[in-house]
């Protein structure tokens, strides 16, 4: 079955970078047509899409934050990482990864100095 | 693409029907033919799952009582009689083209 969890601090600094991982199993993201997504949910608000990355290493992002936001996968070949420059307390989320129909169950970032 | 759910909260009596409307700003018919509309549920706490894809699919056991219709530009989820675990936020979704984009989300609660 699939499976993704996203790891990483669950507080930041702001201006400092955040980095996460999502480690999945069950597929392969070299298999034709397979992505990754980044999502976010501010606390009692929406879901914010954030970034993708497909099976040949393209990938898009959230154009109000593009200048922000890097998503390659690795280290291992079940993970894909986030990137994010600059965080800001508005940035306070919780940032789920997912595939398709399948959500990880998010990690909860907290920016405050 | 700007996502526009209607309503915000519904307050539903149970075995009661319910409908959630969805706007999109641009047609979702992709150039492949297929209309990427997606409806979620989240629960408190929990992550959002999939509830029906290309507007009308149910996903991988969900209840037969969910159902999803709409073409272009305007979208619909119906539940044909709300139960207490339907409770939570609904968000319609495209993933027509990037960035993909959702609805506010639309809060159902039991009357």
């Known amino acids: 079955q699939i499976t993704l969890k996203e790891s990483g601090p669950t507080v930041v600094k702001p201006t400092q970078t955040l980095t996460l991982t999502c480690t999945f199993s069950g597929f392969s993201l070299t298999s034709d047509g397979a992505q990754v997504a980044w999502i976010r949910q501010p606390p009692g608000k929406a879901l914010e899409w954030l970034a993708l990355i497909y099976w040949d290493d393209d990938d898009r992002y959230s154009p109000s934050l593009r200048t922000r936001l890097t998503i390659t996968k690795g280290p291992s070949e079940n993970q894909v990482v986030l990137q994010m420059t600059n965080m800001d307390p508005v940035d306070t989320a919780r940032y789920f990864c997912?595939?398709?129909?399948?959500w990880g169950q998010g990690i909860l970032v907290t920016v405050s100095s | 693409i700007v996502m526009t759910q209607t309503p915000l909260s519904l307050a539903v009596t149970l075995g009661q029907p319910a409908s959630i409307s969805c706007r999109s700003s641009?047609?979702?018919?992709?150039?492949?033919?297929?209309?990427?509309l997606t409806w979620l549920h989240q629960r408190p706490g929990q992550p959002p799952r999939l509830l029906l894809y290309q507007i009308s699919h149910r996903f991988s056991e969900v209840p037969d009582r969910f159902s999803g219709s709409g073409a272009g530009t305007l979208f619909t989820l119906k539940i044909n009689r709300v139960e207490a675990e339907d409770v939570g936020v609904y968000y319609c979704?495209?993933?027509?083209?990037?960035?993909?984009?959702f609805g506010q989300g639309t809060t159902v609660e039991i009357k």
């Open positions: 997912v595939h398709g129909a399948f």
């Open positions: 641009q047609s979702l018919v992709h150039r492949d033919g297929d209309t990427y």
């Open positions: 979704m495209q993933t027509t083209q990037t960035p993909w984009t």
